[in-house]
């Protein structure tokens, strides 16, 4: 797309040097710092008592598969929702993407650029978390206890691949309608859509103990990551400098 990385560029830059962000991995580090140091010693207490590895194996890769899908969920989910909103409602109110608009790049090269920039920092800092994470359950726990190394395969596809395209096409539509309406409106679908999420992993973690490191699940991922991006590129249709421009006066398309 015309302009894509012009876009991405820029906007990686504001990102990067924003105040928010500085909160957000403060916040996030703060919570994986308590997580790696927490679940490790609760594994430890529990393998002690000498279960065998036939019995500890189900539940030890039921809470790998709970780490591989929440922490990159979490992550992402907060730093999408965090900067899906504010950098738009800015360019919106005080210019910026009048003039943006106003140069060759076009609509959807704007919205890629955009949607990349605010994927691809959540994105990175999601493989961090998640990496340490499920290192140090691992390293610090698991593997000293049994000798045995847990990540299911699907489990680490669907943490580190299939998630994430998920959470890349629920940007790609919120930032869709942040463009062309009120940007409150696309953090609202990408917080809801996060929220719906958020559940279906902890409803599916403790009804259904193996569905979180199967392949089905990690296929459900991928498919839903289809849908929601075929969704985003119908959508994105609808994307014009006009609507764009007429959103930022108050009048949405």
């Not at 930032?175 to 940007?183: A, D, E, R, V």
């Amino acid at each position: 797309m015309k302009g894509m990385l012009v876009v991405l560029r820029n906007d990686l830059g504001d990102t990067l040097h924003s105040k928010s962000l500085l909160i957000v991995v403060s916040i996030i580090g703060a919570l994986i710092v308590a997580a790696a140091v927490g679940v490790p010693i609760a594994l430890k207490g529990w393998l002690a008592d000498g279960i065998s590895w036939d019995e500890a194996k189900p539940l030890l890769e039921l809470c790998i598969g709970l780490a591989a899908n929440y922490v990159p969920l979490i992550v992402l989910f907060s730093c999408m929702a965090t900067w899906a909103t504010d950098p738009i409602a800015k360019e919106k109110a005080k210019g910026p993407i009048e003039s943006l608009l106003a140069t060759p790049l076009t609509a959807r090269g704007v919205w890629i650029g955009k949607s990349l920039a605010i994927f691809l920092p959540a994105y990175i800092i999601g493989l961090m978390a998640t990496l340490i994470v499920i290192l140090t359950m691992n390293l610090a726990a698991i593997l000293p206890t049994t000798g045995h190394f847990v990540l299911p395969l699907a489990a680490a596809f669907t943490s580190f691949l299939f998630l994430p395209l998920f959470m890349l096409a629920l940007v790609m539509v919120g930032i869709i309608f942040s463009l062309i309406t009120n940007p409150v409106i696309g953090q609202t679908i990408i917080i809801f859509v996060g929220v719906v999420l958020m559940q279906v992993v902890g409803q599916v973690g403790g009804r259904i103990l193996w569905l979180l490191t199967s392949w089905d699940y990690a296929l459900y991922n991928l498919a839903g990551a289809a849908l929601l991006g075929i969704i985003a590129f119908y959508l994105s249709r609808s994307l014009t400098k006009e609507k764009i421009i007429l959103s930022s006066k108050g009048r949405w398309a």
